[in-house]
């Protein structure tokens, strides 16, 4: 038999057109509308078929001017007519709240519909029940919008990396912590000015405590660990601690110990199946790949038992990088309807099973004490001996000059001991009365 070109045409039956249906437009939605209307031509000459755009569906869509888009759109105020709509191929589904996003979701599938969703609390909290829901009706399922935007984690974790069996993932997820965090470190601004900042520039919101207390990255962290290590983690049981304490004097000592702070979260293999999983402002090295992540960038460190360390680091929200990330998730699904196919398992594991959680009080870890006292005579000696009577040892003591006598910050580094043990003795401390703040307690991270 000679040889012969063989075109896609005739390897595999691509459909005419695949035809959305987009509910929600706004900061994602209209960045994906117009990353279709940009690269629309150019990801049809990826897959081999045109995408059209159906239907698009927002509450106050008769108010919004669409006219850019350069095609006439027919609009809607109503998911319903979305998910109900026989042409439609995919739902997109970018409502953002989490009850309407569920019901969508859990519609579009029961009408046979193929979903991609960037809801994050969604994926996170009803993410295997939508996997076998989708399952069972062979359907697809695309979520990589849903942690880190548009820096493709998921994706990477999944495919290119499906052979890896991962030891650890450590994440920078949040872009609006990072920026404060960053900030407080590259022109000592204090918390207030750099979060006052991230909002002007739209980083965060109004009301920040989704973002600054660590919830929106739990959320991305419960993901990772479903598609790393196939282990489902119920959202509540992470342990999450925010950055609100975080003061630009915790950047100087930092600085000191050649360390500096970010939001991470990290989910570990640990001995007998069990999981380490969290999300906590850590001091990581400065050379670590992670501390060289600045602003409302996200970074992800995978540790796998033979590739070793892979990091990716981009973009983690925004509309149209966000859009890119849900038009991949078409790209994909259409892809697999053209090798007509279901779709691939979007958590990376055919099963999973409930992640048995290693609570971080047990971990003995080195640790950062930063006190804000009063000062005056015998204060370090009264702390000194609260530590010795919970043996632990302390590794050093810092304070940075010129500081105010009524209102003086020092830290003291304390040598590796049990979690719990620590917390215990810093309760203790808190109590003392010269103390005139709170103490901040942070782990030291030894990361790549
Ligand atoms: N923003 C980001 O950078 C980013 C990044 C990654 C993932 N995400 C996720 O993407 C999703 C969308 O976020 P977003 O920032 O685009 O939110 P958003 O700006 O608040 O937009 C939500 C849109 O949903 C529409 N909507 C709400 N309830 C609706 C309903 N019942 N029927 C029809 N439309 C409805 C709203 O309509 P009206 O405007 O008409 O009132 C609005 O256009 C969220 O799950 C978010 O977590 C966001």
Redesign the pocket.
């Given at each position: 038999m000679g040889n012969r070109t063989v075109g896609i045409s005739e390897t595999a039956k691509r459909p005419r057109a695949i035809r959305l249906g987009l509910?929600?437009?706004?900061?994602?939605?209209?960045?994906t509308l117009r990353v279709l209307k940009e690269h629309g031509a150019e990801i049809e000459r990826r897959l081999g078929c045109r995408i059209e755009l159906q239907r698009v569906?927002?509450?106050?869509?008769h108010?919004?001017d669409l006219s850019w888009f350069g095609q006439p759109i027919e609009i809607t105020?109503?998911?319903k007519e979305v998910v109900g709509d026989p042409a439609i191929d995919i739902v997109i589904e970018?409502?953002?709240?989490l009850p309407?996003?569920r019901a969508?979701a859990f519609a579009a599938l029961d009408a046979g519909k193929h979903l991609v969703?960037?809801?994050?609390?969604?994926v996170a909290e009803h993410g295997v029940e939508l996997v076998e829901r989708s399952r069972a009706r062979r359907l697809s399922l695309g979520i990589e919008?849903?942690v880190a935007?548009g820096t493709p984690i998921l994706h990477a974790i999944r495919e290119g990396l499906a052979g890896e069996h991962f030891d650890a993932v450590f994440g920078i997820l949040n872009g609006t912590t990072n920026y404060i965090l960053t900030e407080m470190e590259r022109r000592g601004a204090t918390f207030r000015t750099a979060l006052a900042e991230a909002q002007q520039k739209g980083y965060a919101e109004p009301d920040p405590t989704f973002d600054v207390a660590g919830f929106d990255a739990r959320y991305k962290i419960a993901i990772l660990a479903m598609v790393c290590f196939g282990q489902a983690v119920p959202v509540k049981d992470i342990p999450t601690q925010g950055i609100q304490e975080i003061d630009q004097v915790d950047f100087a000592y930092a600085r000191r110990l050649d360390r500096t702070v970010r939001l991470v979260g990290v989910a570990r293999r640990q001995p007998r199946g069990r999981l380490e999983i969290f999300v906590r402002p850590l001091m990581i090295p400065r050379a670590s790949q992670l501390a060289s992540v600045h602003g409302p960038t996200n970074g992800i460190m995978l540790v796998g038992n033979k590739g070793g360390v892979t990091t990716l680091t981009g973009r983690?929200?925004?509309?149209e990088?966000?859009g890119v990330?849900v038009l991949s998730d078409v790209v994909e699904i259409a892809r697999t309807l053209a090798a007509g196919g279901a779709g691939a398992t979007p958590l990376g594991y055919a099963h999973w099973h409930p992640a048995r959680i290693v609570s971080p009080d047990e971990d003995v870890v080195a640790t950062y004490l930063r006190l804000v006292v009063r000062d005056r005579p015998g204060i370090l000696a009264r702390v000194c001996a609260l530590l010795a009577r919970h043996r632990i040892n302390i590794d050093s003591v810092l304070q940075e000059p010129g500081m105010p006598q009524r209102h003086l910050p020092f830290v003291m580094t304390l040598e590796p001991t049990q979690e719990k043990r620590v917390a215990k003795a810093v309760r203790e401390i808190s109590r003392l009365s010269f103390l005139a703040q709170k103490p901040v307690l942070l782990r030291f991270a030894d990361l790549p």
């Open positions: 509910i929600g437009v706004g900061t994602v939605g209209t960045g569906c927002s509450r106050t869509i108010d919004k105020t109503d998911w970018l409502v953002g709240e309407t996003a969508i969703t960037a809801n994050k609390q969604l919008a849903t935007g983690g929200a925004g509309g990088p966000t990330a």
